[in-house]
């Protein structure tokens, strides 16, 4: 009743996450290039063949208990889209109580949605294990049982939208029959808002900091990045196999971004592209003061499109790739402008 179905554009694959009970409530994997085609495997309790699901993920060991429930945090469900370059994961984190002990109060179960990435859609990194949509834990709409939706969450403008249910319960239903039971009782959906690509951000104070990345090729003209400066500064020089600024593209030739934005175009000064570097192997060197960088990509076209993936979509972009750059800014903050002023 918890299984999901996504699709994975890097292995072009339907990925079917199959509820199961390896480790209390965890994951089973099984994919397929047709999505119908697909829906047809033996029981992975008993199967033995090549049509059998195999275990994927589940709940561990640093996957902290509720304090007050105390309970063994346990995998309730694990869906997945694909946002820019990697697979983009929610882990629905399952703390308790039991449904019996939910039902004698007619209250949900807590449940918690937590982030995660993989670069091939099967193999997932959870570097933070705090939860990223919480259950209130109190009497409102989210008060427990929260649950993520197909597509994660769309892209509009600066800003990532993550829809999500959750369910407030009723206290006064107690029937024994969990249909007539308070526990499922009262379910929402509303929306939690994230800064574009801000998951995560490396950031440096008054003293300043750099980052140094690996070494990378690109095929593009334009370095564009994701970046609050806006109280202090960010330079950027480009440095070749022996670890040494490539000139003309040098920290000190470089202008300075000083502003507060997701989309902003790095340039050099004796260098309107990048196109003299395109299919060499080299290194980007940010420095940064006071302030943050959340993310940055080499780009095709001026207008700072990336070609990455768009999770679900949104307003402005004509797929699910993101194939406008600034354009699809610019769409959504007309259809800003559009929307009914309320009069109450």
């Not at 206290?171 to 499922?184: K, P």
């Not at 670890?243 to 920290?251: D, K, L, M, R, S």
Request: proline share 6%.
């Amino acid at each position: 009743d918890r299984s999901t179905m996504f699709y994975n554009p890097f292995r072009k694959k339907w990925v079917y996450s199959l509820r199961s009970s390896a480790r209390g409530r965890s994951r089973h994997y099984w994919e397929h290039d047709d999505f119908l085609e697909g829906a047809h495997w033996n029981d992975f309790r008993t199967g033995s063949d090549d049509y059998t699901p195999v275990f994927w993920t589940a709940a561990d060991q640093l996957d902290p208990p509720d304090p007050d429930i105390g309970e063994k945090a346990q995998l309730y469900n694990l869906d997945a889209v694909a946002y820019e370059s990697i697979m983009l994961g929610i882990y629905q984190i399952h703390l308790g109580p039991p449904n019996r002990d939910c039902m004698e109060v007619g209250l949900p179960k807590i449940t918690e949605l937590n982030l995660a990435y993989s670069r091939d859609g099967f193999h997932w990194h959870r570097p933070d294990r705090e939860p990223f949509i919480t259950a209130s834990r109190r009497d409102v709409w989210d008060r427990a049982y929260v649950q993520s939706v197909g597509g994660l969450c769309v892209v509009r403008g600066d800003r990532l939208w993550f829809y999500y249910i959750g369910f407030q319960g009723d206290e006064s239903r107690l029937a024994d029959d969990w249909l007539e039971n308070g526990m499922y009782d009262r379910g929402s959906t509303g929306v939690a808002f994230l800064r574009r690509d801000g998951f995560v951000s490396m950031e440096a104070g008054a003293e300043g900091g750099t980052l140094t990345t690996r070494p990378v090729e690109f095929n593009g003209n334009h370095l564009f990045v994701n970046a609050d400066c806006a109280g202090g500064s960010l330079t950027v020089e480009i440095l070749g196999e022996d670890g040494e600024p490539i000139a003309p593209f040098t920290a000190e030739n470089c202008e300075p971004f000083t502003a507060d934005s997701t989309l902003a175009q790095v340039t050099w000064r004796g260098a309107e592209t990048l196109e003299a570097l395109r299919g060499r192997p080299v290194r980007f060197r940010f420095h940064v003061t006071s302030g943050a960088l959340y993310a940055f990509w080499v780009s095709p076209s001026a207008d700072g499109r990336s070609n990455g993936y768009l999770a679900g979509g949104g307003p402005g972009y004509p797929g699910l790739v993101d194939t406008v750059g600034r354009a699809g800014l610019d769409a959504a903050r007309a259809y800003e402008t559009e929307l009914p002023t309320s009069t109450d």
